[in-house]
């Protein structure tokens, strides 16, 4: 059992719809690439649930005679490539046996997690307060998995790899792109 962010998948009309907008509008032009195209041209697809940490952070904001502001905000960490930030809003979480799928292993470790978050809350949370920084601490950690969809199209036309999102549908190019870099790693 795993937990996996989301709790529906796209259907197949959707991916390939989602692979054939991730395309870009040059090669949209072209007429004889359709979704169809795609699909027919597909070498093999793939769902991949790939590692996250997600951390709950609690800024306590001091503001005497009151007592503190308590904000929660929830920290991703990917766990292969170091890319980090902060939840826009907090994603659902579901419990799910993995039946057919790969579980990628994580490159960073739980005990590794805290500098990751700790770079989020230097860069990003106290940016936020001009005077006083307010003081954080980490409530709770837990590993989550995003089904990413690898899926390769091998035609005379299109010849990539496109990693898609299985819950939305949107292209996760840029996050693939960072697995192999490396450059959001803390040595």
Known sequence: MIKRIGTTYISE???????????????????TITADY???????ESLLYHP??????????????????KIPRMIFVDAVSGY????????????EAVVDGVIVEPVIQENEVDKYAEDVRRKQIDK???????RQEIVETSMVYLPIYKVVVDSVVVKRTFYINGNTGESEQ??????SSGKDLIG
């Open 84 to 95: 980090r930030g902060i939840f826009s809003h907090v994603p659902p979480v579901s419990e």
């Open 13 to 31: 009309k959707e991916l390939y719809k989602s692979i054939y907008i991730s395309l870009g509008m040059k090669a949209r032009m072209n007429k």
């Open 128 to 134: 936020q307060y001009l005077l006083k920084k307010p």
């Open 174 to 179: 840029f996050l693939s792109e960072r697995w």
């Open 52 to 69: 996250f940490w997600m951390v709950k952070n609690l800024i306590l904001a001091d503001r005497p005679p009151f007592p503190p502001k």
């Open 38 to 44: 795609l699909k027919k041209h597909t070498t093999s």
